[in-house]
């Protein structure tokens, strides 16, 4: 199937509220360009790398979002044109976003990354250490980030019964989050949950952001 046809029918499977983020990583920009003129616009990376050789070469109205993990000494590169920052787990790596922002003059959402998965790993805040850190409050006195919300990934299981209870803890999460801390603030909206194995349960535990890479453009080649 073709770039479009795929882009198509996923987008025909989302809920009103939930888009669509093309995740390009490891594909050339010529692939980038034929989901763009699919209708396509959100498009994410997760390497800065990468990220900087192809931002410079495509349409300007692209929103690029960032995916993998960030290293605190390369968002400066990112800064300037960055829309959205997904996976943002330490009070340090969002003061460095803020700092880089404020130099920009621009205000970069980042969503908190939730550990969620059965997997071992060193990123992500749990719910508990993401409800400690939202009460501690510092994070109130970034005036250039605006916390968006929360993306997770799910366990890489077969089991489904499985990956939609940790969707739906993220969910949860997200809910009291914004009860608590984002009721005045219609900004905090987003859960960015459902990559290509797993974004028709995610949409069921109400993702607003849905990360598919190799479903609209092949495997990765590393
Ligand atoms: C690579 C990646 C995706 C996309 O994965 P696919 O299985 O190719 O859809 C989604 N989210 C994150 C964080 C990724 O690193």
Known sequence: MSIKSVIN??????????????????????????????????????????????????????????????????????????????????????????????????????????????????FGFSPEEAEAFLQEGVWKTLTNIQIAGIMCMASNVDNEAQIASEFERAHQFYLMAKERYFADDPAFCECSMGMSDDYLIAIQHG????????????QRVY
């Open 9 to 122: 029918d996923i987008n025909q499977t989302l809920p009103q509220g939930t888009r669509l983020v093309a995740v390009s990583k490891y594909h050339p920009a010529s692939s980038i360009e034929e989901a763009y003129e699919a209708g396509q616009r959100i498009f994410a990376e997760s390497h800065v790398q990468e990220l900087q050789q192809k931002e410079p070469i495509l349409p300007k109205d692209i929103e690029w979002h960032f995916i993998g993990h960030l290293q605190t000494n390369k968002v400066k590169y990112i800064a300037p044109y960055v829309s959205l920052i997904h996976a943002v787990d330490s009070l340090r790596l969002m003061e460095e976003i803020n700092k880089q922002a404020a130099r920009f003059d621009r205000t970069i959402r980042v969503l908190l990354q939730l550990h969620v998965a059965q997997e071992e790993t060193k």
């Open 207 to 218: 993702s607003t952001l849905v990360r598919v890479g190799s479903k609209i453009f092949g």
